[in-house]
């Protein structure tokens, strides 16, 4: 069973917006940050953005280069984290993947738990 | 904050000794993660807290962080172990991976 399934990727033109989503089984949901990372395509790992659970507010926290134009949530009744995305750029294309650590380690939390990933293409 | 460094490659032969090691300006003052990623799959953890094993890998992944160095060690080398090797740390603002290290297993 996949801990993590990735969904909502899909090709998007420049300056427009897509949300994805990470539905979550197997572990608890919420208990457990939830992380957006990405990979374009050759290249290596980055860091997106979190979200905290809820004795942590829900605290948000997101790499320079989306900050302002990307925001996480998540549905704890649902398992489920979203990655809303607006004024996408085409450096913004790539496989996104959501990630978990099995409990709240506190920063830096390990990511235990990875989904497959899902490919966002920005182009005209 | 900083983007750790990491070799962009490292070869060994299968039985031998992989090192890999991910550098920074007083590294050792944080906590390094591993993590493994085989091509088209998703990334595995394979190293936390600088040294911890997660339950389901091998012993012969072990890691350490002293000085301005954290090394990700791989004993007896398999050819499975061919894959990528990014470390993660926190600078305490945001999550850093270094750029990886491809193993390559001759």
Redesign the interface.
Known sequence: EVPLVESGGGLVQPGGSLKLSCAASGFSFRESPI?W?RQASGK????VG?MKTGPHNFAT?Y??SVAGRFRISRDDSKNTAYLHMSSLKSDDTAVY?C?APDGDYG??D???F????TLVSVSS | SYVPTQPPSVSVAPGKTATITCGGDDIESQSVHWYQQKPGQAPVLVIYYDRNRPSGIPERFSGSNSGNTATLTISRVEAGDEADYFCLVWDGDFYLFGAGTKVTVL
Do not use: I, K, N
């Open positions: 992380y990372v290596g790992l980055e860091w979190h926290s790499a320079a993947f990630a920063d830096p390990p990511f235990h990875w989904g497959r990933g």
